[in-house]
C-alpha cells in the first residue's frame, strides 16, 4: 500500500478548447439515438480515421426528439460538419443531418439552437 497522491489539475490555458455543435435530424422513418451516433461516428472514422476520431473528442452530450448537441473540440468542428454531409441512411430509412450552430457554452447551445429562445 503506498501513498495515494491526487493529480494536478490541467491549467485552463493547456485544456483542449471545446464547442457544442447542435444538429438536427430530419426523416420520416424511425431510428434509435444509439442508431444515430453509431451512424455519424461511423461515418466520421471513415472519413478521417481512427486517430482523426481520437484527437477531436467526439462527445455526444443529449439527444431530445428531432435535435440534438456534440460536444466536441474546435479542431474537429469542421470535420464534424463536412462528416454530416455523408450520412444518408440510418437503418435503411434516409436521413438528413443539419447544423443548427455552434456556441462554447451548453446552456447557451441549449437556450439558442433547441428552444429557440434567448437568454
Not at 491549467?11 to 457544442?20: A, F, M
Not at 486517430?51 to 479542431?75: N, P, W
Amino acid at each position: 500500500m503506498g501513498i495515494k497522491m491526487k493529480q494536478k489539475a490541467l491549467l485552463p490555458s493547456l485544456r483542449e478548447k471545446k464547442r457544442y455543435l447542435v444538429y438536427e435530424v430530419i426523416s420520416e422513418s424511425k431510428f434509435s439515438y444509439k442508431d444515430l451516433k453509431e451512424e455519424i461516428t461511423k461515418v466520421f472514422r471513415d472519413i478521417f480515421g481512427l486517430e482523426g476520431l481520437a484527437r477531436v473528442g467526439l462527445d455526444f452530450v443529449e439527444h431530445s426528439e428531432s435535435k440534438g448537441v456534440i460536444r466536441i473540440s474546435t479542431k474537429g468542428l469542421d470535420m464534424l460538419k463536412a462528416s454530416f454531409c455523408f450520412v444518408r441512411k440510418i437503418n435503411k430509412g434516409d436521413v438528413i443531418l443539419r447544423s443548427l450552430g455552434v456556441s462554447g457554452m451548453l446552456k447557451k447551445a441549449r437556450n439558442k439552437f433547441i428552444l429557440g429562445g434567448e437568454i
